[in-house]
Structures are given as structure tokens and as C-alpha cells.
């Protein structure tokens, strides 16, 4: 059965301390895999979409690397305004999605 | 920008009610999706919609159905609303593999 499994289910943070977020993925054919930054209460924001192993996108603290296995969500330098639940999707023939890390960055 | 509004961001409704969920998208897009996001389940397909007219089920269409009449705008239907329904539910629109999500409707079913 297709999986997407997200790791950690929550992670605090210092402001400042940078960490990863894990998403591993078992698909028999991954035609992308997705990254969205959800706040409380409101819709999903998209982020990245990463194609093919080895492949790499930043954007602002934000760097998404691919494997065949897994994802890694690297923030480098968090800040407080970059708590939000993290979600991460992979596209077979539809989007599957992980149930999320739930980020909180502490001044 | 990509813009996915949909209509109400809060409802009640009470358990029996006919339910509408407006989602309307203003890039064209060829695909819509409807998805509802309960805690420590994820976001689960409920239908999509690849053209005017057309409908497919998802992981969880029962209890749900869904009209398009119109390219920018995908309609999800609660036939007779149960509490069990009470969820927050995200509409998105691609073109290519990239999904654009709404804002959300946090529905209360009582």
C-alpha cells in the first residue's frame, strides 16, 4: 500500500536552531513529490515540488532535498514566524499526503 | 497568483440539512479536488473533477457528492449532513501536478 510517513509528529525549536523534517514515501511510481506549509486554521500553502533524486529547492530558510526513499525539509536559522504544521505529499496517481510535523520555533 | 476562494470559512448545520460547499478558482485550472483534513488522519480525497461535467470518486465519496457545471467552479455536496461530517474541508485546482488549496470550511454538524 502507498505510504507517506512524516517524522517528527511535532518539534520545538529555539529560534535560531536549525533542524530537518523527515518525509518517507513508499510508491510504486513517484511522479512528484509535493511540500505545503499549513498555518492554524487556514488552507494549505505550497512550497516545492521535487521530481527526481538528488534534486534540491530553497526558498528564503527553507531547503527540500529528494532521495528514492525519503524527503528531508531542512530549516536553517528558524524563526518565530516559521512555526506552522509542515506537509509533505507525493504524486502517483493522485496526491497522498503525510499527516504533517506541527513546527514551533521559540524566540 | 493562484486564488481558490471558497464560500463560507465557518458553518453549522444541523444533522439532516442538505449541505453546499462552494470552491471557485480563477486560473483556469482543468483540475479540482475536494479534500476534508481531520487531525491525525491527514487530508483524505473525497472527488475530483478533470473537466466540466466529469466526476471521480476518491478515497472517501460516501455521503459526499459533487457538481461542475462550470470550469472555475466545483460544488461539494453534503446529501444529508451527519455528525460524523463535522470536519474542515479544502478545495484545490491544478493545471499540471501542482495542487492550490483554498482557504477551508470548518464545518460543524450537529
Known amino acids: 500500500e502507498d505510504q507517506v510517513t512524516q517524522s517528527p509528529e511535532a518539534l520545538r525549536l529555539q529560534e535560531g536552531e536549525s533542524s530537518s523534517l523527515n518525509c518517507s514515501y513508499t510508491?510504486?511510481?513517484?511522479?512528484?513529490l509535493f511540500w505545503y506549509r499549513q498555518d492554524p486554521g487556514k488552507g494549505p500553502e505550497f512550497l516545492f515540488t521535487l521530481y527526481s533524486a538528488g534534486e534540491e529547492k530553497e526558498k528564503e530558510r527553507l531547503k527540500a532535498t529528494l532521495t528514492k526513499k525519503e524527503s528531508f525539509l531542512h530549516i536553517t536559522a528558524p524563526k518565530p514566524e516559521d512555526s506552522a504544521t509542515y506537509l509533505c505529499?507525493?504524486?502517483?496517481?493522485?496526491?497522498?499526503f503525510g499527516a504533517g510535523t506541527r513546527l514551533a520555533v521559540h524566540p | 497568483d493562484v486564488k481558490v476562494t471558497q464560500s463560507s470559512r465557518y458553518l453549522v448545520k444541523r444533522t439532516g440539512e442538505k449541505v453546499f460547499l462552494e470552491c471557485v478558482q480563477d486560473m483556469d485550472h482543468e483540475n479540482m479536488f475536494w479534500y476534508r483534513q481531520d487531525p491525525g488522519l491527514g487530508l483524505r480525497l473525497i472527488y475530483f473533477?478533470?473537466?466540466?461535467?466529469?466526476?471521480e470518486k476518491g478515497d472517501i465519496p460516501e455521503g459526499y457528492s459533487v457538481s461542475r457545471e462550470k470550469k472555475e467552479r466545483f460544488s461539494l455536496i453534503l446529501e444529508s449532513a451527519s455528525t460524523n461530517q463535522t470536519s474542515m474541508y479544502l478545495c484545490a485546482s491544478s493545471f499540471g501536478e501542482t495542487q492550490y488549496f483554498g482557504p477551508g470550511t470548518r464545518l460543524l454538524v450537529l
Open positions: 510508491v510504486s511510481g513517484l511522479r512528484g
Open positions: 505529499a507525493v504524486q502517483e496517481n493522485k496526491l497522498i
Open positions: 473533477s478533470y473537466d466540466v461535467k466529469m466526476k
